[in-house]
């Protein structure tokens, strides 16, 4: 059978033939070079099945800036640069116009309408959207700097907008903050960290991954499941997921920070008191949460983390956990190293 439920017909004049009728609309994946490189996109073009020549297809001039956007954008994936959409949102969560933006981070006017529409940002303004980006104190230090750009009710205006944002965001943000600053030593790649930086989106996404599944996830199983799935994407593919540096704990493996791990704003977390007046934390599936950050292969690993550790006691893993060489062979406080993390217990029954 041939897959053609996708495509769309239109009617309209078509420019190739000359006529009004219905014309196709189809999509591919095809690729064009970018500042000397081939990058690979998915383009929308209309197809006139009357003509008799080669020239079946046609773009309108909104598809064409579409597709060359998309092409950008993938350009721009490719090189961990932030796509268009990003810049929008970045504008929208501020709720300036381009203009102001772009004098609020002392550009020239055009530079964001530009970005947003057609241009790839270069990699220093690209840092300077990312550094505003989280953090509305950064903003407000831009605004101390270009304010003479503004008129003075402008000023006035947005500074009351970053304030809102800050309030809205502050708390999430000094969380955050808080709980990065304990890895400053490990900004790098490394064996510490399974090869992969901090990424506190994939951290909230998989916590609240597990507690979709897992109804007993208390802290303390929590702590090994995470080291448990940074192990296993380490074994299957050289790096972990979350970078977190995990270290030889009495209970298991236990991450840096796991203070401020489990005050990290967007996790679901709830103290409750156990039968003998402990607290414990409990952990809820996030309210609004989003797992786009999780890759396939990332989901994979961590279906199996839960199902081979579901039913499992905080006792039974810290006991299961006591066996892996990599307890056995480190000790109380080092860093545990991927090297090791790796030799894990076959995982697959
Ligand atoms: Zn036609």
């Known amino acids: ?18 006529r009004t009728h219905e014309v196709e609309e189809r999509k591919r994946i095809t690729s064009t070079t970018i500042k000397g490189e081939e990058v690979f996109y998915e383009e929308r073009f209309y197809f006139c099945a009357n003509a008799d020549e080669d020239e079946h297809e046609f773009e309108t001039g909104s598809m064409m800036n579409e597709n060359l956007l998309n092409a ?60 505003i980006k989280d ?11 270009n304010g003479d750009k503004f008129s003075e009710s402008k000023r006035q205006e947005i500074r009351t907008k970053i ?5 809205s965001y502050g708390k999430e943000y000094l969380t955050r903050q808080s709980f990065e600053s304990e890895y400053a030593n490990f900004e790098s790649p490394s064996d510490s960290n399974g090869y992969v930086t901090l990424n506190i989106d994939k951290i909230e996404a998989m916590i609240s991954y597990f507690a979709e599944q897992v109804s007993n996830l208390f802290k303390v199983k929590l702590m090994k499941m995470l080291w448990y799935s940074d192990a296993l994407s380490f074994q299957r593919n050289g790096v972990a997921i979350t970078g977190l540096v995990y270290r030889h ?6 991450p840096v920070g796991h203070y401020s791990l489990m005050n ?18 409990h952990i809820y599936p996030s309210e609004n949460a989003d797992y786009s950050s999780l890759t396939d292969e990332d989901k994979y690993v961590l279906d ?9 006691k905080a006792k039974e893993i810290v006991e299961y956990m006591h ?8 000790r109380p406080g080092e860093i545990i190293p991927f090297s090791l993390a790796k030799e894990i217990k076959p995982f697959f029954s």
């Open 1 to 18: 059978m041939m897959a053609s439920t996708q495509i769309r017909k239109i009617h309209m004049d078509c420019p190739i033939c000359d």
């Open 72 to 131: 950008r954008n993938a350009y721009r994936v490719k090189h961990g640069l932030l796509t268009s959409g990003e810049i929008v949102s970045i504008r929208e969560s501020y709720g300036l116009s381009q203009v102001d933006l772009a004098r609020l981070l002392g550009w020239g006017e055009a530079t964001i309408s530009r970005y947003e529409s057609k241009a790839i940002q270069d990699e220093a303004y690209d840092t300077m959207l990312r550094l």
């Open 135 to 145: 953090n509305p104190l950064q903003a407000l230090e831009f605004l101390k700097k």
């Open 163 to 167: 304030i809102e944002k800050l309030d």
């Open 249 to 254: 704990d009495q209970m298991g493996a236990l």
């Open 264 to 281: 990290l704003e967007n996790l679901n977390v709830r103290e409750e008191i156990s039968y003998n007046y402990d607290t414990m934390l």
């Open 304 to 312: 199996n983390v839960i199902s081979k550790f579901k039913t499992f």
């Open 323 to 330: 066996e892996e060489s990599a307890y056995i062979q480190t």
